[in-house]
């Protein structure tokens, strides 16, 4: 078994600088060939932890040539491309179009699969209060609030997610030089914070529908999410994801 830490001349932080710094090691890696929504597949190397913070059975996926581009940054040429995914039963295994979650993974896949990189699907469904509350947000939303009010409403915080485990993940797959797939700039901040390098936020692509255009609106308005939405389309459904 390919040990990536060593592969990359890993040398952990400093243990205990910050929350980040816990050990998290890789418990196993195995093969899984993804299917495209195109047709034809793509292989991913899937891989789990132990010692992750949270005790959730996060996983990341290895995918194109995932060795070359840690070796690369490690040694100072450019950035591993890195997505953190959030779960989402209803988008990614549904394929509700009530959110923009199963085409970014496509999208994420696909791009990260050409320039190697890794795709962490991180499992704080409904932006980390869960699926039945999610569930209990969709039943607000169709009632008037947004995404965030929802989860407000529910008494919950608009966003719970929290990217510490995210961060042992790359640190156990050797990856501290970090440019990040996502149009949501809390991601990078706390990426940072927890002592990893965000060189670069590349933004995702727009997967807009007449489903989902309220949900993306409320997004694209929130915290400064940097997806560009055409001013005038601002009908329909809202959905509850969160990238
Ligand atoms: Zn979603």
Sequence with gaps: MIDPLRSAGYRPMGAGRAAGAARGAVRRQVTVPLRLPEGGSLPAEVFSFDGLVDGEEHVALGLGDWREAVRRAAAGGEPVLVRMHSECLTGDVFGSERCDCGPQFHEAVTRISAAGGFLLYLRQEGRGIGLYAKLDAYGL?????????????LGRSEDERDY????QMLRALGVRRVAL????PDKAEQLGRLGLEVTERVPTALH????????????ARHRAHTLRLPDDRVNGADGAGGS
């Excluded at 939303?141 to 409403?153: I, K, S």
């Design 181 to 184: 797939l996502s149009n949501n």
């Design 164 to 167: 510490t485990a995210a961060a």
């Design 141 to 153: 939303q169709d009632r008037g609030l947004d995404t965030y009010q929802a989860n407000l409403a």
């Design 208 to 219: 807009l529908s007449s489903a989902n255009v309220r949900y993306l609106t409320a997004k």
